[in-house]
Nanobody, 120 residues
Framework: QVQLVESGGGLVQAGGSLRLSCTAS????????MGWYRQAPGKQRELVAR???????NYADSVKGRFTISRDSAKNTVYLQMNSLKPEDTAVYYC??????????????WGQGTQVTVSS
């Protein structure tokens, strides 16, 4: 059984910052990457950023230069530092753990989601 526990969401004004955290526990030894997705009302869930066990990162174009994903492998924890937030970043953010191969990330397990609301 795999569990992902997220924290750090909330309400912030445009231009502000938030830091999301997600800790994984359970049988994740086959997983080699973690990622953050988000889903805004009426929209599909989209990949925001992912990081492999080797530290390779990738970001959605909409967040490049503003968001930074990092991880503490010893704690099985992944972080998403979000700076210069915009109202369009408002969404429920989901942590995931999965596999990265052949250039793509495949999430296997999900967290419960944390709401991020950016006011204008």
């Amino acid at each position: 059984q795999v569990q992902l526990v997220e924290s750090g969401g909330g309400l912030v004004q445009a231009g502000g910052s938030l830091r999301l955290s997600c800790t994984a526990s359970g049988s994740i030894f086959r997983m080699n990457a973690m990622g953050w997705y988000r889903q805004a009302p009426g929209k599909q869930r989209e990949l925001v950023a992912r990081i492999t066990n080797g530290g390779t990162t990738n970001y959605a174009d909409s967040v490049k230069g503003r968001f930074t994903i990092s991880r503490d492998s010893a704690k099985n924890t992944v972080y998403l530092q979000m700076n210069s937030l915009k109202p369009e970043d408002t969404a429920v953010y989901y942590c995931s753990v999965g596999q990265f191969y052949s250039g793509s990330y495949y999430p296997g397990y999900w967290g419960q989601g944390t709401q991020v609301t950016v006011s204008s």
